[in-house]
């Protein structure tokens, strides 16, 4: 017998049916012996229905107030999911998370956890019961309900996981597992049957949507075995065959790992570049520029100084692409003359693509490939950062999609047996 904590996204619950039908699936988990915890998100679009109605109130809603408002979504479904085990004949019970103690810090909108007190899903489990636990929310030190952003429900999940000690943690959405690449771009991507939390840790930080970079995080940090699986096959699937249809995030590197060089190529449409150009070149210059940026709380991402060239340099950067005004605007009229450089300058149709694989740290010429295949396709690279086991370049958002594809080729990731 196992202990299991699985979670469902937004739209697995978008619908009655759907609920029912992961009371199904739940129920065939039990039924097989094994414990589970439930972990659920507001049904698909209630939650930006919320903040709507919120913001027709005021247009800036106040942060505690918005979170009492925003916890409500997950409150309806839990109710709706207990219910539905229980007409089906299984025993369950459900928690808001300040009920289940999910203990946060007071960043309303944004908190993180910073404990769980497990002892009351642990007794219901005793008794043969799912406990059934609202994703996004919990309580701060002084009792206010606090939410904790934009995918938060998955960051619930291996939460409860690590601490319950559980076997596992199921990500259950509406893709079956981890791909090479986005589908809708490269018809030809093929699903990852494994990939180690490194690699996850990169593809979601460079763009991959399957899931949020914060839940991975937790995970790797608390060592909890992630799943990724589909809530819209046959709840009805046998277990193995259940098991076998998703993607498994280990810490293990196995053979078929080691084999794969690149294991998936993420893509981030959204960035914009920004230029500080003819910048004095001495010691604390890079800082000015960027501490304006990050007072601003304005996250930086790719940086890139070039040579002096007669005790001038230029200094590149990249931002998310809804940060760019912002960004451009700030150091327009604050960095520019404060420090002597010649003009600012913007580009806010750039591109992040990125190679993925464990297998990078142990073959020479990757990045060449990669290069090499730009080249091919006429695409000039902007910028360029590395780590171990990634090589990101970014380039012209018009070729996202070419670069994609003649990537995907050229690692033989186009190959079904490559997955």
């Known amino acids: 017998m196992a202990l299991i904590v699985q979670k ?25 012996g094994h414990q589970v915890v439930v972990v659920v998100s507001a049904m698909s679009g209630e939650t930006n229905r919320l903040i709507a109605l919120a913001r027709e109130i005021q247009p800036e809603p106040d942060p505690r107030e918005l979170d009492v408002v925003a916890a409500t979504g997950e409150q309806v479904t839990i109710g709706l999911l207990a219910m539905a085990l229980k007409s089906l004949g299984r025993d369950a019970r459900s928690y808001t998370g300040f009920q289940v103690g999910v203990h946060t810090d007071s960043a309303f909108t944004k908190a993180r956890i910073e404990s769980i007190d497990e002892q009351r899903m642990r007794a219901d489990l005793e ?13 701060d030190a002084q009792g206010n309900i606090t939410t904790l952003g934009r995918g938060g429900s998955d960051t619930s999940g291996v939460a409860l996981a690590a601490a319950l000690g559980a076997d596992e943690c199921q990500i259950y959405t509406d893709v079956d597992g981890v791909y090479t690449t986005d ?61 076998r249809s998703g993607t498994l995030i280990t810490f293990e590197e196995d053979q078929n790992m080691e084999r794969a060089v690149v294991s998936g190529i993420a893509f981030a449409r959204d960035e914009a570049k920004i230029t500080v150009v003819g910048v004095p070149d001495r010691p604390g210059i890079a800082y000015q520029i960027l501490s304006a940026v990050g007072q601003a709380n304005i996250e930086v991402d790719m940086i890139v ?56 740290r142990s073959h020479a010429g990757i990045a060449s490939t990669m290069f090499r295949t730009l080249s091919e396709e006429g695409i000039n690279i902007q910028m360029i950062s590395t780590s171990e086991i990634k090589v990101s370049v970014l380039i012209d958002e018009k070729y996202l999609e070419l670069a994609v594809r003649a990537l995907h080729r050229a690692f033989d990731l186009d190959d079904p047996a490559a997955g």
Request: aromatic content about 8%; glycine content about 10%; charged content about 25%.
């Open 305 to 360: 100084q070039n040579q002096s060239v007669d005790g001038f340099t230029d200094f590149s950067f990249t931002v998310g692409r809804s940060e760019y005004a912002r960004a451009l605007g700030i150091l327009k009229n604050e960095v520019q003359g404060h420090i002597g450089a010649r003009e600012v300058l913007g580009d806010p149709k750039a591109c992040k693509v990125s190679i993925v694989g464990v297998g990078m």
């Open 183 to 243: 589908p809708r771009v490269v018809p030809e991507a093929s699903k990852l049957p494994s990939i180690t939390f490194e690699e996850m840790l990169e593809m979601a930080s460079l763009g991959s949507k399957v899931l949020q970079i914060r839940s991975v995080e937790f995970a790797g940090k608390y060592r909890v075995r992630l799943r990724v699986l589909s809530s819209l096959t046959p709840w009805d699937l046998p277990l193995e065959d259940e098991m």
């Open 127 to 139: 008794l043969g019961r799912v406990v059934v636990v609202a994703g996004f929310q919990g309580m």
């Open 8 to 32: 469902y996204g937004g739209t697995s619950v978008g619908s009655v049916e759907r609920i029912k039908n992961v009371a199904r699936r739940v129920i065939k988990w039990a039924d097989a």
